[in-house]
């Protein structure tokens, strides 16, 4: 596996990239790569739990379906799917030993790429072409690198052992996706279950073997339905839905912190109102709180609640709260991130390498590393140190490439070691 | 002319609501009922000041134009208009006389129409098909009273004498339109010019033959610019364009008012941010301000820019107005409301006359009656009692539709009785 | 009367500014000049229903005697007030007529008054000595023209019939004490109720006879409690009653005005929290809604409790609601200002009279006009013109003192016109 | 000394609370026993920098010497405190060997105490006679230890070495007064400082020798002046100064927090208009920010600075922000640390013994151990466990006084071994 195959892999996803349980194009991509390599593979509906999946809009799938087929997903793949993505790729060595999963996630953030000649994609032609969909989180990485990994292990299968899961999660963004994939079961058998992450603030040439600090998280939609008048006629005649929503926004952000560790929360969209002179009747917006144990999530949850509610009340308005996201905090296995460690510096790819790391945000992984833990494996969530041009989630934002190649060959490299493992 | 024909149009209207500048449809169909009934018919850029227009969005005028095609819009009429909407018909007495002039306005209002069996246009069929466009503020009656009018008067066409003039105005929400039918000086011959509204607060039966208190307002679309960053890891490096736009709304809607009469503000839109776990980078809302006199007009804006400046400056964002709409305040003249009243009396239609009413809104049929006036003319707005079910701009707007018969009466009358006015 | 001895008594009552209910030392001076002349006078308890008195904190009494005896009030009048302040002076001519009542009011507002050299009180030696007391509303003039009508009414006596009566009303400023002197009953056999206000602006030279548009009004205290925490080390424990005022008070403040008419709210006080460092356990604040008819001030008072419960709810505070005065709208009789317009032109002090002033404020003098006004008397409330330096409550408040003088011979010859008034 | 005689101290301590820089009492009671037990003592502006004083209000001094006479003062100290408290008491042994100087801070919080008869202080008759001072942080119970410790020493005198330095620290509430003792030099030549504090946390029978995370604050004040106008009659002539400081107190509790690490920011007090029915011309408001270094801290302040400058501006007010107070972090030194430790394992008091705690919390003694350390001397911020009946600073606060006997033992002893450290 060279760079640049890698590059051309990353930065065609990059260029299509799709919204979380949207990812139908970059599923049929991975889903065709794997299968030429030779693993079994399974798709979409397949490797979920249909009631554990949370914040999926269904009026916009078969569009994006459409639009996916359009951008040159296959229609055969999409057919498999049955309208879910993410995709999970088996080799069985067909000899004794450990089952080892990897996972990588494969979708975009909703923000809008910036189209500015000092933003490499944008000057180099790889931005994205789908509006309100960037990888400005480096799932487009995650992918690639995950491409790169099956096709070594394919390479040299004749030398591992036991079994390999290659699971290419959807709807991490909100985590939304993760729990589904827990939920269905394919994990039950793994021995050891790995992620990573770029970038998280470590630069190109530095690791962590290990996370710490997940945090809690909740996502949740509040809808608020007040009464629409004439603004100038008959103001008092309606009930400002608005208004309430942006008290609810900014008492939201102002939720005391938690004695006991970090919290954080985010209203990241608003909409409200119909017409410039109408009496606004409607607002919605998207809500996420965090804490870094379940009790501070919990806190949190409970104040932005009472928020919302009284807000509803102050302008007399009708509310609806709606689940769209849940995660749990999770902490590397400490002697399988000693082991990663060690795998990382005989690698040679890295000048830093540190045990546990903390990232100080959330990822649905959590779901899947419980799962295993509970069954008795080991699991952890690895950071790959990336140079990056902007923060997570900026319209600007990218990473080092070379990273890429440093990925495959740590990730490569532990899987063999892994698959040779014997308790 | 029969009320069932009125009724008929009425309901054609408002089925195909049209928002302001996107008339097409509407301005087609009352093109071509004029242009048959003899009259010399003027559509869009022909009738407008095109550096007077305001409010306007190039970019949906496209899509709009398929629509209103697919919709029944005559490509004949949609080429003349040259993408811009409303009409002017002419009927020419060939007599010497005065020049009478009409205003019907023509455009929905930005609002979702109720789905609801306790709704009749829904209930009824003839709800409006194009989501964000609904006829709740009657200018679907208005839009069928002129045709009405236009049919009896082309009908008395040898009683009459001088000029007729229907100006079939776009885009009055907003008070967007109304200034640039006045700049093209299509007013200027005119001795006469009388406008209407139905409803306000008038139920079926009364009519008001002038008013008092149109209030001058200022729209305007407010945009800010903050920065993206993820929500969870680096909330610090984010500049929260949502907080920021929240802040204004509830600051801009607690603007003190004014110790010389009435003043109103509202922000009856507002979309921000991107993504639920991105610091929200952008914002926009909508904004009018109202004031009875000029003085309070300008108070009411100049507070407003400081509270928009202001909350920009608290999270640090970038900021841009945009000028969407302006109207003035504007007086019936007294003499012109007593021959209407006269009129109106004769008419045997009306139980209840009044001179002034004080309607508490805008219209920017302020700017024409403003240029007719100056000119030397006689101008007017009357008020056309209508029995409403919800109140104007809400979702469940409908009005009493005989009350269109009454207006037909009435304005064919006046104008019958203007045109052989000799001063 | 000379205008040099009104100009003496209104400095020394602005020197010694007493705010409603701490009138002691005001309401001493008044009694011991009216007794003198010969007037039967009654203070305080004797004068009012206590039952209906407003917006009085006990607990400050005994301190204001204390200070009010130091500043020259007479031990003999605090005896007879017994607490209350305010007095009755009656005249009885002796001779059959009407009885004719006229009002002034002689507290203070609560506003620190300006020390700069600016500020004509102030430069000349007769600005407040009392703290958080200022007469900035002008009652001390109204009480000096009082005293001024009083002395002038004594000396021609014997050109008088009927009963005259001067009430001297405490707290007018947070319509606190008008409602206990009406429903003490002792306007009851009046024919004739007139009083004044000062300014209002209207410049010296003109007045009005009557006005239009009191706002009807209603003053409360809110009280939230929430709970103290460290606020850096537990912030999470804490219940924030500041935030929950701050939030209270904003979207009071944007209470939608009523398409009906004129609507007013302020939250004139806020006190709240204990140490920098502590999560505020309390807060308090001081709030009054106005509507020009009993319908708004109705709607402005329920959305005013709809937002004070929502704010304490939304940071899980208790709350306490506590009325602290009200006042109801009322209209001056439009003979009686016939009346006294004419005879206001009679005097020859006027350059401008005109009949019905839209004032757009409050005062309970209103509970007095409707007691009369329903037994079937007479009442109006005129404005007499006077040139200011600052709004009225501005700590630079001041007015133009000729003024003074001009009431004097206003009230003294309506009081002559009507106690030979024969209906 | 025996556990009665420390709760007797801490009891009158505890009544007779005072505030910040007005320990005028407090100091003198300690300052009379201390010198008694033979100590060099000295008092306020011998031990001040006066340049370093931070948030002192001049104007109350005189007042509180006052009341602190009449609660029994001795007129000898209050004479030689000139104007200042704190003490400083010096044990010179004569013989070779380190400086070893313990702080204990002695101001009460600004809170009021609770009068409920399930506190404790309440119920026994101990609670604060100081209306707006209360011990709510413990610090009644480190100015008994200090004196406890004063005694022991003294009476070991002859089995000590070198030098012994008490601190009695005014101000440590609001952090005022730490730098000012560590300007003046007195604590250049200690060789080991240390301090303690009871509660945060800690229940009874368990301590820590060090600390680890001491915020950085500032501490300022705000001032907010608009323009009074009538309320009712002239709403739009007034600048709102209440509503320009509830807008800055909900902003800056909304700060996003900081990727680094731990902030706080709290508005504790907030005080706002005049008179209910005026526009409120004058606010001001107490802030504090902390950060967990001093990049997250300027992060905080600058912020809140921009909200405090544009709340001014949307409300077109004046504003002035005063510098109350100021603390930076600081670390315990291990090796020192471990001495503690066993120190405290070798009284046999402590259950459970920490090395470092994260308190999460500021204490301006981090001037004092910067200036320590910088001169190469070792120092550390001890914890000692206490259980409270509620949270600090809050009303209800109480500890468990079987602590303050632990402290005196664990003091007493640690000076001993420090006494005799060889270096």
């Known amino acids: 596996m060279r760079l640049e195959e890698l590059i051309k892999l990353r930065r065609d996803f990059h260029k299509y990239a799709e919204a979380g349980w949207c990812e139908f194009r970059t599923t049929s991509v991975i889903a065709e790569f794997l299968s030429n390599l030779g693993y079994d593979v399974k798709v979409g509906r397949e490797i979920l739990d249909e009631s554990s999946v949370m914040g999926r809009d269904e009026s916009v799938i078969p569009k994006e379906i459409e639009r996916a087929t359009k951008q040159g997903a296959d229609p055969k793949w999409i057919e498999r799917m049955a309208g879910y993505t993410g995709a999970l790729a088996v080799l069985n060595t067909g000899k004794k030993g450990p089952t080892v999963a990897l996972r990588f ?16 994609p944008y000057r180099e032609g790889f931005s994205s072409v789908n509006p309100g969909a960037m990888h400005a989180c480096g799932h487009d990485g995650h992918a690639a690198i995950g491409l790169g990994v099956a096709r070594l292990l394919a390479e ?3 030398s591992l052992r036991g079994k390999i899961k290659l699971i290419f999660q959807p709807a991490e963004e909100g985590v939304r996706g993760g729990k589904a994939i827990a939920e269905k079961g394919i994990l039950d058998d793994c021995d050891f279950l790995v992620a990573l992450h770029l970038g998280l603030g470590l630069s190109t040439g530095n690791m962590a073997g290990g996370v710490a600090g997940l945090l809690c998280t909740t996502k ?5 339905k007040g009464k629409a ?31 006991n560790g970090t919290s954080r929360v985010n209203v990241g969209v608003l909409h409200a109102g119909e017409g410039r002179n109408v009496v606004p009747p409607h607002a919605m917006f998207k809500v996420e709180t965090r804490g870094e144990t379940e009790e501070i999530a919990s806190y949190m949850y409970q104040r932005a609640m009472k928020i919302v509610e009284s807000c509803a009340l102050m302008y007399e308005l009708e509310w609806t709260v709606k689940q769209m996201g849940e995660s749990i905090t999770a902490k590397s296995d400490e002697d399988l991130v000693g082991l990663i460690c060690k795998v990382a510096k005989e690698t040679g790819e890295f000048d830093s390498i540190e ?4 990232m100080g945000g959330s990822d649905d992984f959590s779901w899947m590393m419980k799962r295993v833990q509970e069954k008795g494996g080991k699991a952890s969530y690895m950071v ?3 140079d990056i041009e902007a923060g997570h989630h900026n319209e600007y934002f990218d990473f080092d490439e070379r990273s890429l190649l440093k990925g495959v060959v740590l990730m490569s490299q532990l899987v063999e070691k892994l698959s040779r493992f014997e308790s």
Chains 1, 2, 3, 4 share one sequence.
């Open 156 to 158: 040299k299968k004749d």
């Open 105 to 120: 996630d494969i979708d975009a953030v909703e923000v809008n790429e910036a189209k500015d000649d000092k933003h490499r």
């Open 229 to 259: 008048s004439h603004a100038g006629a008959a103001p008092n005649e309606g009930r400002n839905a608005l208004l309430g929503a942006a008290n609810a926004a900014i008492n939201l952000h102002g939720i005391a912190p938690h004695r």
């Open 384 to 386: 790959l140190g990336s």
């Open 355 to 358: 045990s546990f790391y903390n």
């Open 220 to 224: 949740f939609d509040v809808f608020y």
